[in-house]
């Protein structure tokens, strides 16, 4: 198993990973399961592109 967003290396039986549970994220981003894993919340941030956005409204 790898993640989908630096294709590190997973092994689930030891190590622990993410997978986004929301079906509307799921239908539109991933067109199987095996897609759907993540070695980190920044990993799967990155993956759909969340950008944080300050109370200036700049990009952060």
Do not use: H, R, W
């Not at 993640?3 to 799921?26: M, V, W």
């Amino acid at each position: 198993m790898k993640c989908s967003y630096c294709d590190a290396e997973i092994n689930p039986n030891i190590d622990s990973y993410f997978t986004c549970l929301d079906n509307f994220i799921q239908t539109k981003y991933f067109d199987t399961e095996e897609e759907n894993v993540f070695c980190s919340q920044e990993c799967f941030c990155n993956y759909v592109q969340l950008e944080e956005i300050d109370s200036e409204g700049e990009e952060g």
